[in-house]
């Protein structure tokens, strides 16, 4: 079975020379005002994405970076790093300046997948969450030209050809972590394809090249009209899929039942600066707050049908999730580790 190795040579040639983020920041504003507000000492801000542009945690974030440019008076550069599984981008952000002139966006479980399964030199308690915004749950997806029409079909058919059913994925995360519970709860096999992130993972269901994938409700809407999608990890059925019945009502008719996981998109900064800058960290908050309340931010919401899935938590309760999540991929490690 692969093993979940990453070298951390790799890592650290593919950071090697960088420059380090966030120094640019000659002529910063001061901390506070004559009147003795807050302000965002930064001119220039750098958003560290661990993802190639166009996906669905870029979009999402350069959207909510452009209204922050405005709250912040501060000029938000994205800086897109992918590798490793979300490792490099992440090590770069880790790497970078801790007073608030470096902020990251990122996805769980894959940065919990770097820590427990790649042997990361970060922690989760290196993050502190801004907010958790979007918890968009899995998929068992399908061609619209696939003959299985429901969840149960398929299983019925993995069941009877044991390793021969091919699904696309990404390693390590949420998707891949249902793809092994549902092998073990259920005593099939499957077939897994891994790819580096979603738009790769869906172009092979697009393209015919695996029988089904494991992805997330949002995200999969990109490619509706060509998709089935059969079952959600959700607890109700969802307006997005109304016809995709929720995953564990499915399996109760096998006596199994899974973790209800999905790809959960996050805004945070290092650990030290909320703790050495609780003013400067409150005043993220609330300009990230203003920025999802507004107007201009909740039409992008249902623009984009993310209504369902999207939610201003705030850091305890995003925190309190961040640690469930990584608690959770800590129980099944050792499983994910065999693949």
Known sequence: ??????????????????????????????????????EWPHNTTTLILPFDAGG????????????????????????????????????????????????????????????LLQDADYDIDDFSMVNIEQFDPITITVHKNSPFETFEELIEYAEENPGELSYST???????????????????????????????MRNALLGEHVDFMIGNALGDSAIEDNIKVLSVASEEKMDLWPDAEPINDVLANYDVEVPLVGSVRFLATHDSFKEN???????????????FESEEYQDYIKDNNAEEVSEFRGPEESDELNHSLHDLLDEYKDKLKEE
């Open 56 to 115: 669905s945690l870029d979009s999402m974030m350069r959207v909510i970076a452009q209204q922050l440019e405005e709250e912040l008076d501060t000029k938000i550069q994205i800086d897109n790093r992918p590798g490793a599984a979300t490792q490099v981008g992440t090590t770069v952000f880790q790497n970078g300046k801790d007073d608030g002139s470096v902020i990251f966006g990122g996805t769980q479980l894959y940065l919990s997948a770097s820590i």
């Open 1 to 38: 079975m692969k093993k979940f190795q990453i070298a951390k040579l790799l890592i650290a040639l593919l950071i090697l020379g960088i420059t380090l983020v966030g120094c640019s920041n000659d002529g910063a504003n001061n901390e506070a005002n004559s009147e003795g507000d807050v």
């Open 277 to 291: 800058n609780p003013e400067l960290f409150e005043l993220l908050t609330e300009a990230y707050q203003n920025v």
């Open 170 to 200: 990404v390693s390590g995360g949420p998707l891949h972590l249902t793809g092994v519970l549902l092998e073990e709860e259920l005593g099939i096999e499957f077939k897994p394809v891994f790819y580096d992130g979603g738009g790769e």
